[in-house]
């Protein structure tokens, strides 16, 4: 690790094509305008991860990179295999201390990951765990990614108890885990909605405006809430 003690930051994404990222976004967009909205998602989480201080920074991307990758990432395929079998393997391409978020939560900043990647961050903790209020999780940060099969295989991914399911892995693991704040993904057209409300700057919230006009997006539900699976 370099002297600053700071982590690497890995994204799990999926090349944004039609039908094949945020499908249940369709339910009020069409393939092509949920994968528009998938990819700006992704280019404002990879400009925040490119933008915070980091040892390293890891895409494990399911397809091809596109214009919207930044430079500075380096780019390894998904692993075959369900979400938690994903999720294991992209940690498998990084060494030391690592801290996992998906492409689904635009409105992400640095203060919100700050505890996890704060030069000090790890100093009293083996892992961090993101809860989302949907009962999953939208961060997983470990300090020994060669650890991540043990503690992530056979967790039951996208259900409403995938969250206290896998932090119970991490302490019954016997490590000492620290938590960040709760974080709304972007799963349904009202986590859509609730999440540009959030965080109006970001080219997500631009393009849903486009879609369905600035008073549609402007009156979207707040709060923090969460997700924690599609990725």
Sequence with gaps: MNDDGRPTLLVIAKE??????????????????AARLAEAALRDTLALVA???????????????GRWLPPGFDVVPQGAGGLDE?????FGACTGPTL?????????????LAPATSAGGWGD???????????????????????????LHGVPMSTPHTGSAQRAR??????????????RDVDTPDDALAVAALAPRTRFAALLAEFLGPAAVRGGSGGSGGGGGGR
């Design 125 to 151: 903790c083996d892992a961090w765990f993101g809860p989302a209020a949907d009962g999953g999780f939208w961060a997983l940060g470990l300090a020994e990614p060669a650890a991540a099969p043990a503690l």
């Design 51 to 65: 933008a915070v201080p980091a040892r390293r920074r890891v895409l494990a991307l399911a397809g091809a990179p």
């Design 86 to 90: 994903r999720l294991a393997a992209a």
């Design 100 to 112: 996992l978020v998906g492409m689904d939560t635009p409105q992400l900043t640095g203060d919100l």
């Design 16 to 33: 944004p094509r039609p039908g094949r990222v945020k499908t249940r976004l369709t339910a009020r967009f069409t393939p092509e305008q």
């Design 170 to 183: 991490l302490t019954g693991a016997g490590l000492r885990v620290r938590d960040l704040p709760v974080v």
